[in-house]
């Protein structure tokens, strides 16, 4: 079982920067590949960017040049740094921890608003 808690979302100017947080508590955080989903009113959730076990990083099209993703396994936690944001960027985002094959299970956290408007 894992707890995910997200943090760091709020109010930003387009063209500003903003870094999200998501604090695991529970299981072995390093043996979870972590990803950060974001979701607006009547669209389904889409992937904004994503980091294994080992590091490797993946990102959506939209993000990408635009936000980092990283994790601290000795914290216990993941990041989502996002740069140059824009008022598309406004959504609710959400951290995902998936377990080990064969399990491949999905842990989500609550959810953090972040807001691009003058």
């Known amino acids: 079982q894992v707890q995910l808690v997200e943090s760091g979302g709020g109010l930003v100017q387009p063209g500003g920067s903003l870094r999200l947080s998501c604090a695991s508590a529970?299981?072995?955080?390093?043996?979870?590949?972590m990803g950060w989903h974001r979701q607006v009113p009547g669209k389904s959730r889409e992937l904004v960017a994503a980091?294994?076990?080992?590091?490797?990083?993946n990102y959506a099209d939209s993000v990408k040049g635009r936000f980092t993703i990283s994790r601290d396994n000795a914290k216990n936690t993941a990041y989502l740094q996002m740069s140059s944001l824009k008022p598309e960027d406004t959504a609710v985002y959400y951290c995902?921890?998936?377990?080990?094959?064969?399990?491949?299970?999905?842990?989500w956290g609550q959810g953090t608003q972040v807001t691009v408007s003058l």
């Open positions: 980091i294994t076990t080992g590091g490797t990083t």
């Open positions: 995902q921890a998936r377990s080990p094959w064969p399990d491949r299970r999905d842990y």
């Open positions: 529970g299981s072995s955080f390093r043996i979870y590949d």
